[in-house]
């Protein structure tokens, strides 16, 4: 009882990270963010739709095992381990890491997305203070 994966898809496209400088809330000219897409929104569409027939196996594993206990595991996979030597287990483990990685590689995506995010706010917040929109001048309340 192996799982076999077709091909995997690399989520982890070398993208640009930003690292949001602290600014003075008058700052003459506030500093706009820089980075180019880390992918195409084809190159999204593709993979998302290849997600669950590359990694839905190796995610509902993982999830299954969650769901038993010692007892329950160890009930089931007896036999396996048993009739195999251990190989098909062993091929149950690594199913699991490499979910494991991938998951790690996913989070850290939505990292960067986070990142990326929260400049282009920064940047924004910034010129609105500099055009007197802001709802604080120089770190205290305006006042009209």
């Given amino acids: ?7 995997k898809i690399s989520m982890t496209k070398p ?11 008058k700052a003459h000219a506030p500093e706009r963010p820089n980075f180019e897409a880390a992918f195409t929104e084809g190159e999204i569409f593709e993979s998302e739709a290849k997600y669950d027939e590359v990694w839905g196996g190796d995610r509902l594993l993982t999830m299954l ?11 089931k996979f007896n036999p ?10 062993s091929s149950l483990i690594n199913s699991v890491s490499a979910y494991k990685v991938h998951a790690k590689a996913r989070a850290d995506l939505a990292e960067l997305a986070l990142e990326r995010l929260q400049a282009i706010a920064e ?6 203070i500099n055009q007197g929109k802001g709802n604080y001048d120089s770190g205290e309340a305006r006042q009209e």
């Fill in 1 to 7: 009882m192996s799982i076999k994966r077709k091909r």
């Fill in 15 to 25: 993208a640009q990270s930003y690292s949001p400088k602290k600014a003075s809330p």
């Fill in 65 to 75: 095992v969650l769901s038993k206990s010692s007892d329950q595991l160890i009930e």
């Fill in 80 to 89: 396996l381990i048993r009739e195999s030597d251990g190989d098909d287990f």
């Fill in 123 to 128: 940047y924004h917040a910034q010129v609105l």
